[in-house]
């Protein structure tokens, strides 16, 4: 093989752990929980930013020269760094859900995330000593580089491999969940939050809990992402992001963890590979925002003509004595 | 506390803006029996539901519930005290399927918070949930139901809706059931059925407290009546008395 295309199917696998954990995130969030999150990919950008403080050290070298402009970082052993992106990321949580989850209405969530995702960007852009503001962190090191003493190309294979093992946590978190009594709650909450609160579901902690889990799930794909690539800046997760990831839930199938895995393959990984290969036309950029323009459609078309997506959510049934019919297994009697 | 009455309403005020909903309602509910609360419409009978459940802001008053005053408590934590309620509309959970709208309100099932599902294996409650399939089973059959577990709730008629909506009630194992127009929309065959039901509730020491438009659907079933009109409690009494004030009942009844 030669090491341009191992390069370049490395990149590929990896990417598509990304979108892939990063959209069961928002699959719990969105399709069980019923939580309209436009500013997920906050998280995901708060996983980048703190795998890479987490791992970069101080913004100045020993002689107290600032190499790049950041407020604060340290460098702690692999894998410190992801754990704690995963754990901001649900941290940061609390006081964007505390604003946004108490009130019932999801209209009102759904623009109050919006602003949040805006603010962020905003705010990260505007302040270069905070983040590296537009031009992002670099030099962003590779966990285990130094210490495995692995060659460029082997190394890439090696991390490819730690990203699928972090696709295989992931789905047993969101697998996890739809296989207990929990889902339930959660698409309770959904499908009727009045109701819900009546027969004793505590809605907002519920909505928090599943607003943190899937932010979690949210920064560990940007941590992944951050420390693959090296760098990380506001271009990496503009909030168009979360709408390409909401995409592929909706087309893959909301509340079906394989079906939003395909989409996750399809929309975010394969669209972006196949524009690639459409000649470049019209002025620079033309073609990157023409993938805005087919992924709005493809949604748009979803959502008119199979709501459900091409792996709808599964319909849970049990089976005479009670145990839980897998999903191999004959659903129930009546459609 | 009182052990007559499960519930005890002092001075209750709920206001919409200017407009004051309730005033100044003072009543007992009584323990283990069934009290239609009527009156015409704009009464206030729903907005004291709403009070009881906690989906209406009280402005002022009590309501006390094992000595405690519950006027401020969140919806879910007087469900879970034992007060439960049901919607004018059915309020079913659409896309859950009728088994699994019970099984929510089965409160011995474990596996329902994130902390339990990551730190718990799933055999600490398959059993229970095992256990809580076959009650299920048993309420819906009664109902006639039991072939449409796997049905989504939001595919039910509307009486059947309303059934659901009841029996998931029962599920949580209440105290005192708050049922706000129980029989709206109902085919006569049913609130046979459903009167039965509520009867047998009652004789199991469950205290049911429900708004009624017309007297006439449930008097077979009351054994206390509250009479209300324009935000306040007109008659608090038997069934009995209220027959004997006749004159009271038509006036405000008839509307």
């Keep these: 093989m030669s090491a341009d295309l191992s390069f370049y199917l490395v990149t590929l696998l990896v990417y598509a752990t990304v979108a892939v954990i990063g959209c069961w995130g928002l699959d719990v969030q969105y399709s069980d929980t019923g939580l309209l999150n436009l500013s997920y990919i906050v998280s995901v950008a708060v996983g980048g930013y703190v795998v890479a403080l987490l791992s970069l050290g101080p913004p100045e070298d020993e002689t107290g020269t600032v190499v790049q402009e950041y407020f604060w970082g340290a460098e702690l052993p692999f894998p410190l760094p992801f754990v704690g992106a995963v754990l901001a990321g649900m941290l940061i949580s609390l006081p964007i859900g505390l604003v946004a989850l108490r009130r019932l209405r999801s209209d009102y969530q759904a623009v109050a995330m919006l602003s949040v995702a805006l603010i962020a960007s905003a705010l ?5 000593g905070l983040l590296g503001g537009g031009h ?54 959904r499908e009727n939050p009045e109701a819900a609160d009546a027969i004793g579901v505590n809605v907002t902690a519920v909505r928090l809990a599943a607003f943190a889990v899937g932010n979690g799930l949210g920064a560990l794909s940007g941590a992944v992402l951050a420390s693959f690539i090296g760098t990380y800046a506001p271009a990496d997760w503009s909030y168009q992001e979360t709408l390409i990831l909401m995409g592929a839930v909706i087309v893959g199938g909301a509340g079906n963890r394989f079906g939003v895995m395909m989409g ?13 290969y459409l000649p470049q036309f019209g002025a620079p950029g033309t073609v990157d925002a023409l993938q805005f323009v087919v992924v709005g459609l493809v949604i748009i078309g979803f959502l008119w003509l199979r709501p459900q997506g091409v792996f709808p959510e599964r319909k849970r049934t049990f089976d005479v004595d009670g145990r839980p019919v897998p999903f191999w297994g004959k659903q129930g009697a009546t459609p | 506390m ?21 005033e100044n309602v003072s009543l007992h509910v009584p323990r283990a029996k069934i009290t239609a609360v009527v009156g015409p419409n704009g009464a206030g009978k729903s907005t004291l539901l709403h009070a009881l459940a906690g989906t209406a802001s009280v402005e002022s008053g009590r309501v006390l519930h094992r000595g405690q005053d519950i ?20 309020a079913d959970f659409g896309r859950l399927t009728v088994l699994e709208n019970l099984l929510l309100a089965d409160r011995k099932i474990g596996g329902s918070g994130f902390v339990q599902v990551f730190t718990r294996p799933r055999r600490s409650w398959l059993p229970g949930q095992r256990a809580a399939i076959e009650r299920a089973r048993t309420l819906l059959a009664e109902f006639g139901l039991d072939a449409k577990e796997n049905d989504y709730a939001g595919d039910l008629s509307g009486g059947q809706r309303r059934i659901l909506e009841l029996l998931r009630a029962v599920t949580t194992e209440p105290e005192l059931l708050l049922l706000d127009e129980p029989f709206a929309g109902v085919h006569a065959s049913i609130i046979e059925r459903i009167s039965d039901f509520l009867v047998a509730l009652r004789e199991r020491g469950i205290s049911i407290l429900m708004v009624a438009h017309e007297l006439d659907a449930v008097e077979r079933l009351t054994d206390a009546v509250v009479v209300m009109a324009r935000g306040q409690v007109l008659f608090e009494g038997s069934m009995a008395a209220a027959r004997r004030q006749q004159e009271v009942v038509d006036a405000y009844v008839a509307g």
């Design chain 1, 124 to 128: 990260v852009v505007a302040v270069p």
């Design chain 1, 136 to 189: 992002g962190l670099y030099l962003i090191p590779a966990p285990l580089k130094e210490e495995l003493g692995l060659k460029s190309a082997e190394y890439s294979w090696f991390y490819a491999g730690f990203a699928i093992l972090l696709t295989v946590l992931a789905a047993w978190v969101v697998v996890r969940i739809s296989r207990s009594p929990l889902w339930r709650v959660l698409r309770a909450v």
């Design chain 1, 264 to 276: 996750a393959l399809l929309l975010p990984v394969g669209l972006a590979e196949a524009t690639r």
């Design chain 2, 2 to 22: 009182n052990d007559e009455h499960i519930l005890t309403i002092e001075g209750l005020t709920v206001a919409y803006g200017k407009n004051m909903v309730l």
């Design chain 2, 71 to 90: 006027a401020t408590l969140a919806p879910y934590q007087r469900s879970r005290r034992g007060i439960m309620r049901t919607f004018q509309m059915p």
